[in-house]
């Protein structure tokens, strides 16, 4: 059975038709792209998906429920978790703050009780602080543990966020762009640890414009244009497609020649 179910999906802002009737389905375990020029409409789906948006019409099943219009905080809850385009780090708490930070809808009593101070819970909040930490570590920004957020360079605080997202437990993690902005060495470095994500069990559903990234990880890819469904399919099906070289890959080669 698929993971996530969107089905017949729309939603307009005033005239503009940023996603308009789309469908797919993500099999549990996988690693889906979703790619697409410049106001495609990818963002949108993820916001879609994730509760920041209602959907002007269709459906989002995940995990077998329809959760179509339901809160933010009710899909994290049932384990659906993203990351940001653009970066969303508070840099006046310190770096494994902000990762605890994506554990709190789980533990909650735990961040009020070390508020209040009470040994029991304040021991949660200990571990808690030890599992953002190994997250930080799985991510590979260990040697920021004890810094504040603000004394860490950008590409290391990307993987902070992949940090923060997984410290919610997620089933499916969305990653908007997570290679936006870094250099080959640490889009290389990324791209494995999409696949270690992989690997542990969480399904992954990526947008990205590096397409040698995508093209390399991507069990299957979606390409919108428009804000519709333009192909999907395998790496190889998608890069052969003419109207997505057309409309899309034939651009990117070009930006990158
Ligand atoms: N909150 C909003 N209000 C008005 N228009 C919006 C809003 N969010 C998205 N749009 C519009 O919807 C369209 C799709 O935008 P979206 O951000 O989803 O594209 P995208 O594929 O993520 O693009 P990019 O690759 O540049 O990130 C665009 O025309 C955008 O201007
Ligand atoms: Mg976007």
């Not at 978790?81 to 708490?93: K, W």
């Not at 992949?162 to 499916?172: E, N």
């Not at 991507?218 to 003419?242: F, M, Q």
Request: charged share 20%; hydrophobic share 45%; aromatic share 6%.
């Amino acid at each position: 059975m698929a993971l996530l179910e969107v089905q017949a999906l729309s939603r307009s802002f005033g005239g503009v038709h940023a996603v308009q009737d789309l469908s797919f389905e993500i099999e549990p375990g996988k690693i889906y792209s979703i790619i697409g020029p410049n106001g495609a409409g990818k963002t949108t789906v993820f916001n879609l998906i994730t509760g920041l948006y209602r959907p002007s019409s269709g459906r989002v099943v995940f995990d077998g429920s329809n959760v179509t219009g339901k809160a933010p905080h009710e899909l994290a809850r049932r384990g659906v978790s993203r990351t940001f385009q653009n970066l969303q780090i508070c840099f006046n708490m310190s770096a494994v703050e902000n990762v605890m930070v994506g554990a709190h809808l789980r533990l909650d009593q735990g961040m009020l009780g070390s508020m209040l101070r009470l040994p029991a819970l304040a021991r949660r909040d200990a571990v808690c602080r030890e599992e953002a930490a190994e997250l930080m570590r799985f991510v590979g920004v260990g040697k920021y543990i004890g810094a504040l957020a603000d004394a860490m360079p950008y590409g290391a605080l990307k993987r902070l966020e992949i940090a923060r997202a997984l410290a919610a437990r997620p089933k499916m993690l969305l990653l908007d762009e997570p290679a936006a902005g870094l250099n080959p060495t640490e889009t290389h470095e990324i791209d494995e640890l999409i696949q270690k994500i992989g690997v542990s069990g969480v399904t992954v559903v990526l947008v990205e414009h590096d397409m040698k990234l995508v093209m390399g990880i991507s069990d299957r890819i979606l390409v919108l244009d428009y804000g519709r469904k333009l192909a999907e399919g395998t790496a190889r099906e998608v890069r052969d497609n003419p109207e997505v070289i057309a409309a899309y890959l034939g651009v990117v080669a070009k930006a990158a020649a």
